[in-house]
């Protein structure tokens, strides 16, 4: 077996219709989460959720576009380079700009255990 994988984003498996690709699965990635967010300008389905059961802290790199994260209603302007860490209680949104967005979204509870959501791996799956 290879000490590494390389993957290309665009070949990732995704959910919601490309929305989400399922990095850290592809990946093999077991002590974190990771995913490549693509929305599309005018996306709305984004939603805005915490992580407070999971104590799961996120980080979003824009790595395309630009985004406004709405983190416990403070708006957040980020673009290309930007990376903004959210605390697990948080509630955020990530809102594409004009041209969409695409983000690296990293995260994992400090302390514990990464538990990849079954919500991840079977979907890629359907």
């Given at each position: 077996?290879?000490?590494?994988?390389?993957?290309?984003?665009?070949?990732?498996?995704?959910?919601?219709h490309?929305?989400?690709?399922l990095?850290?699965?592809?990946?093999?990635?077991?002590?974190?989460?990771?995913q490549?967010?693509?929305?599309p300008a005018?996306?709305?389905?984004?939603p805005?959720?915490?992580?407070a059961?999971?104590?799961?802290?996120e980080?979003?790199?824009v790595?395309?576009g630009?985004?406004r994260?709405?983190v416990?209603?403070?708006?957040i302007?980020?673009?290309?380079?930007s990376?903004?860490?959210?605390?697990p209680?948080?509630?955020?949104k990530?809102?594409?700009?004009?041209e969409?967005v695409r983000?690296?979204a990293?995260?994992?509870?400090?302390?514990?255990d990464?538990e990849?959501?079954?919500?991840?791996?079977?979907?890629a799956?359907?």
């Open positions: 077996m290879s000490p590494f994988t390389l993957k290309q984003i665009d070949e990732l498996d995704s959910i919601n490309g929305a989400v690709k990095a850290g699965d592809e990946l093999g990635v077991q002590s974190f989460g990771l490549v967010l693509d929305l005018g996306f709305a389905d984004y805005e959720h915490d992580h059961h999971d104590r799961q802290e980080v979003y790199v790595l395309a630009a985004a994260l709405v416990d209603g403070e708006q302007q980020a673009g290309v380079g990376l903004v860490r959210v605390d209680a948080a509630t955020r990530l809102v594409p700009g004009p969409g983000v690296l990293i995260g994992c509870a400090p302390g514990g990464y990849r959501p079954d919500v991840f791996r079977v979907a799956k359907a």
